[in-house]
C-alpha cells in the first residue's frame, strides 16, 4: 500500500493565512513585524534562501530589511551591524545566514544576536530555556523561539492528527540545526527518543523500531526500504542537489510502499522552515505590545 503523502506545501499555506490574520490585527495596534535578514558572500543556496524569506515577508506584509555583505566583510564589521539591529525598534527579528565565509566566528556571532530578536532559537540562552521547559505546552506558554526547520516538522505531524505520545522515535542525525532540536521537541511531545549517527552500530535494525523516522544526514537515498518498519511516519528533512535534481535522505519511491506517511521532496519540511520563521518574527512582534 502506498503512503500517505504529507504536503508540508500545503500545511504551510494554511500557516501563512493564519499568520496573515494576526499580522492585520498587529497592523491595526500600529506594529509592523520586521524581520532583518543578513548574508555575507555569494553563496548560490544562501542566496536562493535569502531571497524566498524577504519573498515571504513581502507576501505576507512583513517589514523586510535585508542586509548584503561581500565575502571579505570583517566580523567587527557584522557584529557592528547587528548591534545596531538589535537596538532598532523596527526589527522584531535578526537572522544572520549560515555558513559564514572563514574569516568570521559563527559563535560570536549568533551570541551577538539579542535573545529578544533570535527568530532561528540559535543564542545559548534561548537554546537553554528550550532544553529546560518540561514539555511542548510550557514552550508553547512561555512563547520561546522554536528553532524553525524542527518546529516546522512537528507542525507537520501535529497536524497530520500523528500520535508522538509513548511512539517510538528515531533521529538519523545529530546537527545543532536539526538533529538534536527535533529530537527535543520529540521528547517534549512524550515520544521516546533515539538519536543516530555515523558511529551508530546496526543502523538499520535501530530505524526499523522507529514509529516516527527522522532523516537528517544530508546523504541522497540514505534511508532504504529495508530500514522502515510497516506503517510509520518519515519525515525527510534531505535538500541533496543530485544529477538527477533534488533528492531527499529517503529512497522515497521504494519507502512509500512501507511506510504509513511521508513526507516528499520537494513539498515536505522545506516550505515549512521559513513559513515557522515568520511566526517567531510575529511572536517576536506582538511582545512590543
Ligand atoms: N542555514 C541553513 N539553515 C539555516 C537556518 O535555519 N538558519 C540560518 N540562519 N542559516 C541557515
Redesign the pocket.
Known sequence: MSARILSGKEIAKKIREELKDEIADLKSQGITPGLATILVGEDPA?QV?VGAKTKTCHDLGIFSDQHTLPADTSEGKLLSLIDELNNNPKIDGI?????LPKQINETKVLDAISPEKDV?G?HPINVGRFFTVKDFEEMVEKKLFL???PHGMIEIIKRSDIQMNGKEAVVLGRSN?VGKPIAMLLLANNATVTICHSRTKDLASVCKRADILIAAIGKPKFVTADMVKEGACVIDVGVNRTEQGLVGDVDFEKVVDIAGSITPVPGGVGPM?ITMLMVNVVKSAKKRI
Request: some cysteine.
Open positions: 544562501s534562501y537572522l544572520t545566514q549560515l555558513p532561528d540559535f528553532p524553525c526547520t540545526i522552515t
